[in-house]
């Protein structure tokens, strides 16, 4: 009997809508430290980069399980960073985001073909070593600062506005998972292209929400929609880690793979069937 821990979440509905705030919280912090604190693109790049290398090294060596809090926190520096390196890209060096996002593509076809090659899989369902979480959190990284990039292009080249743009988002991310359902596309290719997209999903609803009415936006400012943000995290964060204390996630079943276990849960459900 395998008894292993998995130190990602599952890929439940509270997984999307954190995950989109922590998104959301990626574009608003990055511009409120950049711009309202004066510590510019440079300096919110170090400080937020040294902030995630802490988070990180906490999660790889001080934990050996899930845990909401650190997990999540990670997520959201993740983001911050991933938008940061795009930023730094197009402003700091001047590189087109055309470039930047074909760039970053292949950088994350290139994480997902090595990872598959080592483990054979590309499930988040497993995340039980250090090898394939350090594959995740690569990956995540790439998919941040490519959905940034892209993201950035699509809204910047069609002009559609931050609301627009936001359902313009959301609606292939429904038709993601309506073709996972109905048409039985993959879920691991479903999972990724969704996870991807819920980046410039959440950093048009971010810029929606802060950016002045003159500028599209409602003008609730970066430090509001931050902190808005950032405490329903928190409420979601904390209701999780309540719950978890009523025992944690174990992959555990005599006879069954950790392979298999990666494509199902115990209910049969793959990556997305569990979304709602």
């Known amino acids: 009997m395998n008894k292993l821990l998995n130190r990602v979440p599952e890929v439940v509905i509270f997984f999307w809508i954190i995950k989109v705030l922590a998104t959301t919280v990626g574009e608003t912090a990055a511009d409120f430290l950049n711009d309202k604190m004066g510590l510019g693109l440079t300096g919110t790049s170090y400080v937020m980069g040294a902030l995630l290398v802490?988070?990180?090294?906490?999660?790889?060596?001080?934990?050996?399980?899930?845990?909401?809090?650190?997990?999540?926190?990670?997520?959201?520096?993740?983001?911050?960073?991933?938008?940061?390196?795009?930023?730094?890209?197009?402003?700091?060096?001047?590189?087109?985001?055309?470039?930047?996002?074909?760039?970053?593509?292949?950088?994350?076809?290139?994480?997902?073909?090595?990872?598959?090659?080592s483990e054979k899989t590309l499930s988040v369902h497993s995340i039980y070593t250090t090898k394939r979480e350090l594959f995740y959190w690569a990956t995540i990284l790439f998919t941040f600062a490519l959905g940034t990039a892209a993201g950035d292009l699509l809204a910047e080249g069609l002009n559609l506005g931050y609301l627009v743009s936001?359902?313009?988002?959301?609606?292939?991310?429904?038709?993601?998972?309506?073709?996972h359902f109905y048409l039985k596309?993959?879920?691991?290719?479903?999972?990724?292209?969704?996870?991807?997209?819920?980046?410039?999903?959440?950093?048009?609803?971010?810029?929606?929400?802060?950016?002045?009415?003159?500028?599209?936006?409602w003008g609730l400012g970066t430090v509001t929609t931050s902190i808005i943000f950032l405490t329903a995290i928190l409420v979601l964060v904390i209701f999780l880690s309540v719950q978890q204390r009523q025992g944690i996630p174990i992959l555990e079943r005599?006879?069954?793979?950790?392979?298999?276990?990666?494509?199902?849960?115990?209910?049969?459900?793959?990556?997305l069937d569990i979304i709602a």
Not at 96 to 117: D, G, K, M, P, R
Not at 258 to 264: D, F, M, S, T, Y
């Open 185 to 217: 596309v993959d879920a691991i290719l479903a999972f990724w292209a969704a996870y991807i997209l819920t980046r410039p999903l959440g950093a048009s609803i971010g810029d929606l929400l802060s950016q002045p009415a003159d500028a599209g936006g």
């Open 254 to 271: 005599e006879g069954t793979s950790v392979l298999e276990l990666a494509e199902n849960d115990n209910e049969g459900n793959s990556e």
């Open 166 to 179: 936001a359902f313009l988002f959301a609606g292939v991310i429904g038709s993601i998972a309506a073709a």
């Open 54 to 117: 802490i988070v990180l090294l906490i999660q790889f060596i001080a934990i050996k399980r899930y845990v909401p809090i650190v997990y999540w926190l990670a997520v959201v520096l993740m983001s911050i960073v991933g938008t940061l390196i795009t930023d730094n890209l197009v402003e700091n060096f001047g590189i087109s985001l055309q470039t930047t996002t074909i760039v970053f593509s292949i950088c994350l076809a290139v994480v997902f073909a090595l990872w598959y090659l």
